[in-house]
């Protein structure tokens, strides 16, 4: 399966996708946004516009990177539907940014 779209500039890392994120992408997007964190990619900016929904399961993976990511110091940064542009560097920044464009998800 290849759900994810990742695009590497210098250091920075943009991950995009149109799927639904559910139990299904769930365990690929953990492995893509891991070996991110892992080679030292930063900013991850990871775009969800095209994304029609988002799962707890996916939401788990966002948060775990997300908090990894801020104890790395930098935190993620979410494109959400709507023109939002959001920084997010723990689970409770994450589920709050996400809010704004999948209520149910959060």
Request: proline residues 6%; hydrophobic residues 55%.
């Amino acid at each position: 399966m290849n759900s994810f779209v990742v695009v590497r500039l210098d250091g920075a890392a943009l991950v995009w996708t149109d799927w639904t994120l559910n139990g299904t992408v769930a365990p690929e997007l953990y492995r893509v946004l891991q070996e991110l964190l892992d080679t030292g990619a930063k900013p991850v900016v990871i775009d969800l516009v095209e994304v029609p929904s988002i799962d707890s399961s996916a939401v788990a993976v966002l948060a775990a990177a997300a908090v990894r990511a801020g104890q790395l110091g930098f935190g993620l940064e979410l494109r959400l539907p709507g023109g939002h542009a959001i920084p997010v560097r723990d689970a409770a920044q994450l589920r709050s940014a996400l809010m704004l464009a999948y209520p149910t998800a959060a």
